[in-house]
Each structure stands twice: as structure tokens, then as C-alpha cells.
């Protein structure tokens, strides 16, 4: 996919352009908010990574705006040291789709970065059925089916199949899980969401041959048949 | 506020006297000017008055013993009663004048009528002819039977005087009284001046850092003692909230250096002496654990700050408090199996609740957190939460309160500890092998004072009870 990747301090924005390049990724890069927002309106990108404090006196959150105003509905992940909750909602509220602060690991921003722009994509056609390898789960009866047998889920194991399940090839983090299943915007200091992974596949993927759950070290956990 | 110190003000406020010592002489004076001009004119009133009144009563007096005499033995009789009078008179101030019909003066101490008599009139005051000269003279006219005109008057030319006197005693009076309200408005504007300096220098003192001034109490226990104790009370306030914040920062310090020192060492050390790539890499790995304390302390130090600014209190919402309790409880639930420990449960279907959701949850998921880690297995941990009803003594009667109580079998704490377990990086020593950065409690108990509650820690035999006592709607602006 093409990124553009606007971030003023270089560090950081070799260490993102030089990840998401090896990850197969196409990557613009803006050192100002200037430069960042006429290459934001020249071309087509698939994902904006926006830092929120830019030097050349245009600021992140009014790239954002400018771009929303004009009808622009790239997907933009704010990139920001103010990890406020307010900050949060602003960048939000002004037409951002997600926001990871800094600091960060690089796994977690490319975790949100797929999941955006997958969420792009399938915003078109709202799906009734998810189905992996074996696996399918039916979005309106609830029911969770895999090689023909029928598995129990809790309400809240199932969707956190199905939040796995629609990022079924991507690795989602943690935090994602939290505040995709939970809505739990913090991070608690004890592992559960390793306990309800651990749970989950206890259902899913332990009475079967081969596992759908696995993990990703360092970042997180990845559906795949 | 009276009608002239509305006036007074106004008339400030429009002058616009930038000095306050400066306006407070100015009222002292304009006070105490007005208060003089108030009292001299009622002596000069009273005492003016008092002689006019004692004038017009002997004149009655007269008068009615003359008619009296005029009824009983006629013109004749009240002729020799007035030459009688006359001739009796010591102080030589009374005036009378009898005429007949056709303007002949039959008796009295006149040379002839007096010039600008007005017969409209009872009472006059006008100069009367006597022995030659002209007097100022207090008279009434009577018209008699047959037409005969009895005058009867006092001379008043003494009392004009004593008039005259107090008149001019007056504008002495006056103008002394001036003299003296500007020089006491100047005294307590000088007064006033070295009380609001002598507060000015220390203050001024401690604004540029010299942090043990003290505004100097004279000690007579008046109300200037007063304001500088309160301000030297202040002050103390100031000092030890200062030294908290230092030792504060140094524990931030500590306990950000310690991560960052680990961080380092792994980093040096695999620089140093990695053989092989996989060890570097585990080594980086490790370095990043540890810089990222280093970020979750922050944050929750960034986190409790803000909480205690209470500027959060603008995400204020009504919630549902039992809908948090079970997500929490679910979330942990699978924790509490994994550590072989028993999680129940205790609360209602509804407990509707006024304060942030987010924080709420982040509060209980810090106390289960804690609570799970100090268990040994095969222990319980019992949440509860229920609806204290408003009692009358309660301090929130309208609504009642909540009472959130999390209790463990586990290490639990002794009373020092108890005390402190709510103090940023404070960590009991049977807890510092284990992980954690000491913030949890102290950003659980910043959210229950938000919500105007109280965190209390206390014994569980064997283990610790965290209990949270919140207004059920605190501060609400509808109250529901």
C-alpha cells in the first residue's frame, strides 16, 4: 500500500519508513506540514501517518482538517507525543481515524495502520459471515461453527473472535483488543488479554488439528489459517 | 449599604483614586466632616430654637395676664397693669404698646408703631423704635374690644448676639474640624500604608524565593494579627506542599532513573560483549521493556496530575456503575482462574452513577490488579458494590453514597504501610519484588477524590479491604 509519512523528527521517521518498507510498503515522507499537506493533496495514498506537531508553521491537526474539508477521506493515523485522552478526542474529532502516541512500537503502528486501511475497504459491503480456513462464525445467529461442529462461546469471546476474525492475516496488538472488544482505553498491568487468548483458543484451536490463534512475539496475536 | 456610602462609592468610582491608603483617608475625612456639620447644626438648631420658644412663652404669659385685666377693670385697668409691668422690669427687655381707636398710644415703653407691621402675620420679628434707638424685637399684636391695639414683644437684640457668637463659633468649629479630617486622613492613610507594605515586603520577599519570611505579628491579637496569620499559615501551606513536590520529584527521578540506568546497562553490556545476534537482540528487547516503564510511569504521573487539577470533571457523564462493575469483573475472571484464585461477585443489576466512566474502570481494573497479584493461590477476592441510602447525618443525604469494597486473603499490609499505600511510588516492602511502579493506588485514590469520595485501606485478616465510598450523584447539575 502507499503511506505518506509526514513526521518532522528523522529518527523516527527512518526508523517508520524503513519498517514499513520492508514490510512491502510504498512510502512518501514530508519533513514539514508545508510539504506534508501539497503531497497530501497531489496524490492518492492508501494511509497518512500525520505527527501532530510540525515545524514550517502548519500543524497536524490542520493538514487533517484541510484534507476533510476538501472531501479528501484518506485514512489518517495521528502520530503524537500529547497522549492526553483530550488530545485523543481532538485529533478524533477532527476527522483523524485512530492515534498512537509516542512513544510507540513499531509493531503496534503497523498492526494499526493494516487494520485502517483493511476497515477502508470493507466499509462497503457489511458482512453477515466471517469465515477462516474451517473456521466460520455467523454474525446475525451468533453461531460459531468450525469443520462442521458447533463450538459455545461467551457473548465476549465471541466478539473477540470476530474483532480477530476481521483482521483475519494482520497482527492485532493488545491494545487493539482492549479497545476493539473491551473498549478499554488503558492498559492494565495484568496480562489479561493473553488469558482470554489463551481461553479462546482453549475452543477454538486445542480440540483441532492444526491452530488458527498464533502469536506474534513482541506485538501480538494474528489470526491465519 | 446605606444611601451616602453608595454615594461615596460611586463618587470613588468615578474619581478613580488609584491608591487604596490614599482612599481610605479620604473617606475617614468626608466621615468625619459630615458627622461634624450633623452634630453642630443640631446644638445650633436646639439652642436657636430653645431661646425663640422661651421668647414666644413669656409673651403668652403676658399676654394673658393683661387680657385677663382688660376683661376684669377695662382700658383703665390694663393702662396701669402695663406701666406697672414697665416699671417692674429688670432685665429691661419687654415691650408693650395699648393705642386707642384713633391711633393715640395710651401706654408702653414705644415711641409709635412699629414701621413694617404686618397684621397677616401672629409672630414677627422686625426692629422696633425704643428710648431713641432701633431694636430687633420678637412681637404679637392683639386687637381688642372697641377696637384698641394691644402690642406685646420682647426685645431679642441679646439673642441675635449669642446668635452671631455661635455662628461664628461655628465656622471656627468648622473650619478646625476640616483641618483636623484632613490631618487624620493623612494618619490613617500613613497607618494604612505601613500595614499593606509591611505585607508587601514579605510577600514580595517570597516571591523572589526566600521561602522563610514571615509577616511580623505584633501580637495584640487584633485583626491585622489576624490576616498575618492567616497569610503566615499560608505560607507554612506553601513550604510543605513545596517540599512534598521536591520529594516527590525525587522519587520521579529514582524511579525513572532506575529503568532508564537498566535500559542503559543492557544496552552497553550487549554492545560490549553480544557473541552472536540473537543475545544482541534479546538484549534491545529487553531495553525497550524497560524504556516503556519508563513511558507507563509518566504517563501516570501525567495522568494523576491531571485528575488532580480536576479539569476532568468536564467528561462527567451518568452511567450505568453496575454495567462496569460486570465488564470488570468478566475481564478479570479469567485472571483470577489462571492464578487458581476465586473471584466473586456482589452487586446490584442498576447502580446509576454521575463521575467518568473511563476512570472508573481504570480504578477498579488498578485495585484488581493488585488484589491478584498479592493473592497466593487458591485464594478469593471478593468485589461488592451496593447503595448506601441517604441517612439524615450523612453529608450526602440527598442521593446516598456507593460503596465499592474489593477484598483479598492475600500478603495484605501492616498499618505504616496502610498509611503511605496511597502516596505516589510508595511500595510496601513485601511488595518490592514484585512488578509494578507504585502509582496504582495513588492514581485510584486522585479518581476517588475527583468523584468527591473516599478510598479507605484496611485490614482483611488475612489480606486488605480497598473500600471506595462515592456519592451515588455527586455534583450532577440536574441531580437527576
Same mark, same amino acid.
Given at each position: 500500500m502507499r503511506v505518506l509519512l509526514i513526521e518532522d523528527d528523522q529518527t523516527v521517521r527512518n526508523f517508520v519508513a524503513k519498517g514499513l518498507s520492508e514490510a512491502g510498503h510504498l512510502v512518501e515522507q514530508a519533513a514539514d506540514g508545508k510539504q506534508g499537506l501539497a503531497l497530501a493533496c497531489q496524490d492518492k495514498f492508501d494511509v497518512i501517518i500525520l505527527d501532530r506537531m510540525l515545524p514550517g508553521g502548519v500543524e497536524g491537526l490542520h493538514i487533517l482538517e484541510t484534507l476533510r474539508r476538501e472531501g479528501n477521506l484518506t485514512p489518517v493515523l495521528l502520530l503524537s507525543a500529547l497522549a492526553d485522552v483530550d488530545e485523543k478526542v481532538a485529533g478524533l474529532k477532527a476527522g483523524g481515524d485512530d492515534y498512537v502516541s509516542k512513544p510507540f512500537s513499531f509493531s503496534e503502528l503497523q498492526a494499526r495502520l493494516e487494520a485502517l486501511v483493511r476497515r477502508n475497504r470493507n466499509e462497503a459491503q457489511p458482512l453477515t459471515k466471517l469465515s477462516v480456513g474451517d473456521l466460520e462464525i455467523d454474525l446475525l445467529s451468533r453461531a460459531v461453527r468450525r469443520g462442521g461442529q458447533k463450538i459455545d462461546l461467551q457473548p465476549r469471546e465471541f466478539r473477540l473472535l470476530e474483532f480477530l476474525m476481521r483482521h483475519t492475516g494482520q497482527v492485532v496488538t493488545r491494545t487493539m483488543l482492549l479497545e476493539g472488544v473491551?473498549?478499554?482505553?488503558f492498559d492494565p498491568q495484568t496480562n489479561v488479554i493473553d488469558v482470554h487468548i489463551s481461553r479462546l483458543r482453549q475452543k477454538?484451536?486445542?480440540?483441532?488439528?492444526?491452530?488458527?490463534v498464533h502469536t506474534v512475539r513482541n506485538a501480538g496475536y494474528m489470526l491465519q489459517e | 449599604m446605606t444611601g451616602p456610602a453608595r454615594f461615596m462609592q460611586t463618587i470613588l468610582r468615578k474619581v478613580r483614586i488609584q491608591s487604596v491608603s490614599l482612599r481610605f483617608g479620604l473617606v475617614y475625612s468626608v466621615l468625619f466632616i459630615s458627622s461634624a456639620i450633623l452634630f453642630l447644626s443640631f446644638v445650633w438648631w436646639g439652642t436657636i430654637g430653645l431661646l425663640e420658644q422661651r421668647v414666644r412663652r413669656s409673651i403668652a404669659l403676658d399676654a394673658h395676664a393683661l387680657l385677663t385685666e382688660w376683661q376684669r377693670d377695662g382700658i383703665l385697668g390694663l393702662e396701669n397693669l402695663i406701666n406697672n409691668r414697665l416699671a417692674q422690669d429688670?432685665?429691661?427687655n419687654a415691650l408693650y404698646l395699648l393705642s386707642a381707636?384713633? @391711633?393715640? !398710644?395710651?401706654?408702653?415703653? !414705644?415711641? #409709635?408703631?412699629?414701621?413694617?407691621?404686618?397684621?397677616?402675620?401672629i409672630w414677627q420679628t422686625l426692629p422696633v423704635l425704643r428710648d431713641g434707638q432701633l431694636d430687633l424685637a420678637q412681637i404679637r399684636v392683639w386687637t381688642l374690644q372697641g377696637n384698641y391695639l394691644l402690642l406685646i414683644g420682647r426685645d431679642i437684640s441679646e439673642r441675635t448676639q449669642i446668635q452671631r457668637m455661635l455662628t461664628d463659633t461655628m465656622l471656627w468649629t468648622c473650619l478646625m474640624i476640616g483641618l483636623l479630617a484632613i490631618g487624620g486622613g493623612w494618619v490613617v492613610r500613613v497607618l494604612f500604608r505601613r500595614i499593606i507594605h509591611s505585607i508587601n515586603r514579605t510577600t514580595l520577599a517570597i516571591t523572589q524565593g526566600d521561602m522563610s519570611r514571615r509577616i511580623p505579628v505584633?501580637?495584640? @491579637?487584633?485583626e491585622l494579627d489576624d490576616v498575618a496569620l492567616t497569610i503566615n499559615q499560608m505560607l507554612d501551606r506553601i513550604t510543605r506542599l513545596m517540599d512534598g513536590v521536591k520529594q516527590v520529584s525525587n522519587s520521579i527521578a529514582h524511579d525513572l532513573r532506575t529503568p532508564i540506568a537498566r535500559a542503559r546497562a543492557e544496552l552497553e553490556d550487549a554492545s560490549r560483549s553480544a557473541k552472536s545476534e540473537p543475545a544482541l537482540r534479546a538484549a534491545i528487547d529487553k531495553a525497550a521493556v524497560n524504556l516503556d516503564n519508563v513511558t507507563g510511569i509518566c504517563e501516570a504521573l501525567l495522568r494523576i496530575a491531571q485528575i488532580e487539577s480536576g479539569t #476532568? =470533571? &468536564?467528561a462527567f457523564a451518568i452511567f450505568d456503575l453496575a454495567t462496569i462493575l460486570r465488564d470488570i469483573t468478566e475481564l478479570y475472571e479469567a485472571v483470577a482462574d489462571e492464578h487458581d484464585l476465586k473471584l466473586l461477585r456482589d452487586f446490584p443489576f442498576h447502580l446509576p452513577f454521575w463521575g467518568d466512566q473511563a476512570m472508573f474502570q481504570q480504578a477498579l481494573a488498578n485495585i484488581l490488579d493488585n488484589a491478584i497479584k498479592f493473592s497466593p493461590s487458591q485464594g478469593v477476592i471478593s468485589l461488592s458494590a451496593h447503595h448506601i441510602p441517604p441517612t439524615s447525618?450523612? $453529608?450526602?443525604?440527598?442521593?446516598g453514597s456507593i460503596r465499592i469494597t474489593v477484598a483479598d486473603k492475600g500478603i495484605g499490609m501492616n498499618d505504616a504501610d496502610l498509611a503511605r499505600a496511597? $502516596? #505516589?511510588?510508595f511500595r510496601a516492602e513485601r511488595a =518490592?519484588?514484585?512488578? @509494578? &511502579? @507504585?502509582?496504582g493506588l495513588a492514581l485510584v485514590q486522585a479518581i476517588v477524590e475527583l468523584h468527591g469520595g473516599i478510598l479507605r485501606l484496611s485490614h482483611n485478616n488475612p489480606g486488605l479491604a480497598v473500600t471506595i465510598d462515592v456519592p451515588a450523584i455527586y455534583d450532577c447539575p440536574d441531580k437527576l
Open positions: 473491551w473498549d478499554y482505553h477454538i484451536d486445542k480440540p483441532f488439528e492444526h491452530a488458527l | 429688670i432685665d429691661d381707636p384713633d @391711633g393715640k !398710644l395710651l401706654a408702653g415703653n !414705644l415711641a #409709635r408703631w412699629p414701621v413694617q407691621l404686618d397684621p397677616s402675620l505584633s501580637g495584640m @491579637g487584633d #476532568r =470533571r &468536564s447525618s450523612a $453529608e450526602h443525604s440527598q442521593t496511597s $502516596e #505516589r511510588f =518490592r519484588h514484585t512488578p @509494578g &511502579s @507504585g502509582l
